[in-house]
């Protein structure tokens, strides 16, 4: 056979994949009626694996075996994806229980944050909440999400990413482990300093300390002056509170201009933060279970079995639901070494039938599936 011969063929065949495909897909939707009729989960995972075991039976090469395999798992994934869509066009699924609201209720509103006078989250509470809101700052980051869990404070302002350092992973983790839900988010533009005491010079440093974030978004500046031991600390405010109580010459802060000022601190340096676009995100989070009625972005945690593709077909599900994926973060699961969960953003709201569509087949198919907000 020559090229053209061949590629008539083919043409023929695919065709006729394609017929029979339709033909598979309607009985599928034939099955979906019947479980649905019969109260019956989507997802029959034993099933599926005596239909894969089958087919790979039926394939006469190693390679194709393999194949085969790949196919169907495909095949089986889309079909679910349909059954998934016939569910929400019948309404017969549980909706996420969250509230829409036209707009969050802050007056009065009592709002936390990790630090200490001048920290940049509580810049980020009163960009958000105006200067004037009642806020409240604790030592930790946990600290700040049991206040509101217990509902002693009703926003809670922490940080979740750096444009220049990463995720803060430390709040994924605490979204999973707290029932508090993030209702919106805060950018606030990074610009750090270097900060001693009144007659310091930076020729005079010996110790310098900030939050690990801040001292990993002036890597550049630190490798200038290898001569200086820079010290994690607890945040860039708390800081600039101990150099300036403790008076020493030789040690300085990271930290903010704003902050600097608070506490009386000479600034020997300016933008040190090697990206002058550096900038971090709040989220600005709650116990209540609402979102507002403009909110286009979602977040959710799962994790997933520990199979070929399983994450693969997780992530289909946005795909063939048009729902388009912004962000996904791994973390360990300190309970089972060498498994993780998953934190996605994706764009849309909690009221779209794309995006109940595909968080109907999350629920499915994966395990510990928790909606983080929609904001």
């Known amino acids: 056979m020559d090229l053209s011969e061949c590629r008539e063929k083919i043409d023929d065949i695919d065709r006729k994949i394609v017929e029979l495909y339709e033909d598979r897909m309607s009985i599928s939707e034939a099955v979906a009626d019947y479980k649905l009729s019969n109260g019956l989960g989507v997802l029959d995972k034993k099933r ?8 790979k039976a039926l394939a006469h090469s190693d390679f194709n075996k393999k194949a085969v395999e790949e196919l169907y798992n495909h095949i089986m994934s889309i079909s679910r994806k349909r059954q998934y869509e ?5 309404g017969m699924r549980k909706r996420p229980s969250f509230t829409c609201v036209d707009k969050l209720d802050t007056e009065g509103a009592r709002v936390v944050y990790q ?6 989250s509580e810049e980020a509470a009163v960009r958000f909440f105006g200067p004037d809101c009642d806020r409240v700052h604790v030592d930790t980051f946990k600290d700040a999400m049991s206040l509101i869990d217990e509902g002693l404070a009703d926003f809670a302002v922490l940080p979740i990413e750096n444009s220049s350092a990463g995720i803060v992973s430390e709040n994924y983790d605490l979204l999973d482990q707290y029932e508090n839900y993030i209702t919106a988010t805060q950018v606030i533009e990074i610009r750090h300093c270097i900060a001693g005491i009144k007659g310091a010079t930076l020729d005079g440093l010996r110790e310098v300390y900030s939050h690990p974030q801040a001292l990993m978004q002036c890597r550049d500046f630190l490798d200038k002056h290898r001569d200086i031991s820079f010290r994690p600390y607890e ?9 300036a109580g403790e008076q020493d010459l030789q040690n300085a802060a ?3 201009e ?15 933060n090697y990206s002058h676009k550096n900038s971090t995100k709040f989220i600005i989070v709650t116990n209540q279970r609402i979102f507002l009625r ?16 399983s994450l693969y077909h997780v992530l289909s599900l946005f795909y063939y639901n048009d729902v388009n994926m912004s962000h996904i973060e791994s973390r360990p699961i300190p309970s089972r070494p060498g498994e993780y969960r998953f934190f996605v953003d994706f764009e849309g709201n909690l009221s779209d039938a794309s995006v109940r ?6 629920r499915e198919e994966t395990v510990n599936m928790k909606i983080l907000g929609n904001y």
């Open 235 to 243: 945040n860039t405010a708390a800081a600039a509170k101990k150099i």
């Open 86 to 90: 016939i569910m929400e066009e019948r």
């Open 357 to 362: 569509n595909a968080l109907h087949g999350l």
């Open 258 to 272: 704003h902050c600097a000022s608070i506490y009386g601190l000479e600034i020997l340096e300016k933008e040190i």
């Open 115 to 120: 630090g200490v006078e001048g920290a940049y």
């Open 294 to 309: 403009d909110a286009r972005k979602v977040s959710v945690r799962f994790e997933i079995p520990d199979t070929t593709g």
């Open 254 to 256: 990271i930290c903010s």
């Open 48 to 55: 599926e694996n005596e239909k894969l075991k089958a087919v």
